[in-house]
Every structure is written in structure tokens, then in C-alpha cells.
């Protein structure tokens, strides 16, 4: 009965920003590794980056590094995707997903997932 449940895309301009959240129920964020993951249309879900039960962030996607940040609010639940300088290429459905280990898995090594969000870059 895990959920997760992201929130917070549309439509931005190129350069702009956005903050992505995914918020969960019985599962308690801050002692698992929470990843987000995109999916652009015609293209394979990739991994963009994770947060680990220590606060350390692991980028899967070099493309993102420097424009993108992620973090977590232990009150609320709550991890965050910051995305700054967004680009054209970055128009994807994003998802969050929970791995039950304390430490950044493999991409492949996820255990729940969200519903997604869109994003879209556009001018």
C-alpha cells in the first residue's frame, strides 16, 4: 500500500524553473533512497538523480549536473526536485520512485513508483 504521489509540473519556458515534489504514505522517506526518473516521448525511462538515507545525491543522468537538485523534507514526507536552466530536452514525464536500502541502488533496483508529472519546455 506504498504511494507515491509527484506533483508540481507544466509548462515552463526554456531557462526557467520548476520544482517537482513527491510526496509518500506508508513509507517514511528519510530511511530509503528516493530516485527520480524521466521518460520523454518515444525514448526509454531513464534515472535522473537519487538522495540517499544520508542526504547524499547520486547523479544517474550527467546531463542534469549543476542544474538539477534534489532534497527531502523529513516533516512533510516529502522529496523535492529542483530544476533549473530547464531545456528543451528535459520535456518528459517525471517519476519518483523509493528503493527499501539506505544507499542510492541501481536504476533497475527501485521497489515503488509514482504515477508521473509532465514537463514540458517550451517557448
Known amino acids: 500500500q506504498v504511494q507515491l504521489v509527484e506533483s508540481g509540473g507544466g509548462l515552463v519556458q526554456p531557462g526557467g524553473s520548476l520544482r517537482l515534489s513527491c510526496a509518500a504514505s506508508?513509507?517514511?522517506?528519510?530511511?530509503?533512497?528516493t530516485g527520480w526518473f524521466r521518460e520523454a516521448p518515444g525514448k526509454e525511462r531513464e534515472g535522473v538523480l537519487c538522495i540517499s538515507s544520508s542526504d547524499d545525491t547520486t547523479y544517474y543522468a550527467d546531463s542534469v549536473k549543476g542544474r538539477f537538485t534534489i532534497s527531502r523534507d523529513n516533516a512533510k514526507n516529502t522529496v523535492y526536485l529542483q530544476m533549473n536552466s530547464l531545456k528543451f530536452e528535459d520535456t518528459a514525464v517525471y517519476y519518483c520512485?523509493?528503493?527499501?536500502?539506505?544507499?542510492?541502488?541501481?536504476?533497475?533496483?527501485?521497489?515503488?513508483w509514482g504515477q508521473g508529472t509532465q514537463v514540458t519546455v517550451s517557448s
Open positions: 506508508q513509507v517514511t522517506l528519510d530511511y530509503v533512497a
Open positions: 520512485a523509493a528503493a527499501l536500502v539506505w544507499g542510492c541502488p541501481r536504476v533497475e533496483d527501485y521497489d515503488y
